[in-house]
């Protein structure tokens, strides 16, 4: 059934994140990929939805968050939510066991943002350097068409991610024949994926959307209650957006986490956090949960928290 929305598009162009409307009407049917894998007549207490971030699309690994789990990923969570949700059982033993955990595959959201790499994570790089490598790339490809690749890419990355969540969820309840409380767990351009569809998913449930776990969210808005770390700005690079992390909320801040580290040009904006990224590919938004962070144990216990109420 089309569904209009009226919804946020992302687009990209040399590092920076540009913005536009659409009007989203019906979207292709969710692949048959997305269908759990479970054991017969077992309805799990919690299914995180997962939405990796940007070209996210090489650690692909399914994996099963509790020895005794009955539940396996289909790899699409990717390196940064995997260690999050490894996180959460390692540090709440056992909570994972009745898990589902769904990511979005590449048929449902591709994870599109073409951007030439200027340094590899964790490769600090010198402003000269930074300017040879940009230059050697403009020489042979003009910056007009690095724009448009990263437009036309993330645009149709976006439409396909938003139209299709509410649809993986749906399919995900026949599926299973039952109503498990939901979680949304998204990274970057995940973050956006998931936020933007918060208040259809919860109406459509009928109020199962049980939290959201946010990490890198370009939407988060100045003053967002739900914000954990300890950012300069707290500010992302498009939470001035009459759509953002406040205005997309579907649940009460007590289930809301916004996670941003310091100088992650995405959340906690600015030149100084655009210059890192740049120079170090990526800078501080490659890192959660791949290097310790201050936000780390408060991101895993408000999850599991989630899950254990969800499960009682």
């Known amino acids: 059934m089309a569904t209009p929305h009226k919804l946020l598009t992302l687009a990209?162009?040399?590092?920076?994140?540009?913005?536009?409307?659409?009007?989203?009407?019906?979207?292709?049917?969710?692949?048959?990929?997305?269908?759990?894998?479970?054991?017969?007549?077992?309805?799990?207490?919690?299914?995180?939805?997962?939405?990796?971030?940007?070209?996210?699309?090489?650690?692909?690994?399914?994996?099963?968050?509790?020895?005794?789990?009955?539940?396996?990923?289909?790899?699409?969570?990717?390196?940064?939510?995997?260690?999050?949700?490894?996180?959460?059982e390692a540090r709440h033993p056992g909570v994972m066991k009745n898990v589902q955990v769904l990511p979005l595959d590449a048929e449902v959201y591709p994870a599109s943002l073409y951007i030439p790499r200027i340094?590899?994570?964790?490769?600090?790089?010198?402003?000269?350097e930074t300017l040879r490598r940009v230059a050697?790339?403009?020489?042979?490809?003009?910056?007009?068409?690095?724009?448009?690749t990263a437009i036309n890419g993330l645009s149709d990355s976006v439409y396909r991610g938003v139209?299709?969540?509410?649809?993986?969820?749906?399919?995900n309840d026949a599926a299973l024949g039952c109503h498990p409380q939901y979680i949304f767990l998204g990274y970057s351009q995940g973050a956006v994926i998931l936020e933007a569809t918060e208040k259809e998913v919860q109406n459509n449930t009928g109020g199962r959307l049980r939290g959201a776990v946010y990490l890198g969210n370009p939407l988060l808005a100045p003053g967002d209650p739900s914000l954990i770390g300890q950012p300069g700005t707290g500010h992302g690079v498009l939470g001035d957006l009459p759509v953002n992390s406040r205005t997309l909320a579907a649940t009460d801040p007590s289930h809301r986490v916004n996670y941003c580290l310091a100088q992650d040009f995405a959340c906690d904006g600015g030149l100084n956090s655009a210059?890192?990224?740049?120079?170090?590919?990526?800078?501080?938004?490659?890192?959660?949960?791949?290097?310790?962070?201050?936000?780390?144990?408060?991101?895993?216990?408000?999850?599991a928290r989630w899950i254990k109420e969800a499960s009682q």
């Open 119 to 128: 340094a590899e994570v964790d490769e600090d790089v010198t402003p000269q």
């Open 275 to 303: 210059s890192t990224a740049m120079n170090n590919g990526g800078g501080a938004h490659a890192n959660y949960f791949l290097k310790p962070g201050p936000g780390d144990n408060a991101t895993v216990d408000a999850l």
């Open 163 to 171: 139209t299709g969540v509410p649809r993986v969820v749906a399919a």
């Open 12 to 88: 990209a162009a040399a590092g920076t994140f540009l913005s536009c409307w659409v009007g989203l009407a019906s979207s292709p049917a969710v692949a048959e990929s997305m269908s759990p894998s479970r054991a017969p007549e077992q309805c799990p207490a919690v299914t995180i939805i997962a939405a990796r971030g940007s070209e996210q699309n090489e650690n692909l690994e399914p994996t099963r968050y509790h020895p005794d789990s009955p539940w396996v990923s289909n790899g699409y969570e990717e390196e940064n939510l995997r260690a999050l949700l490894q996180a959460v």
């Open 136 to 148: 050697t790339l403009l020489s042979h490809t003009p910056p007009q068409e690095i724009a448009a």
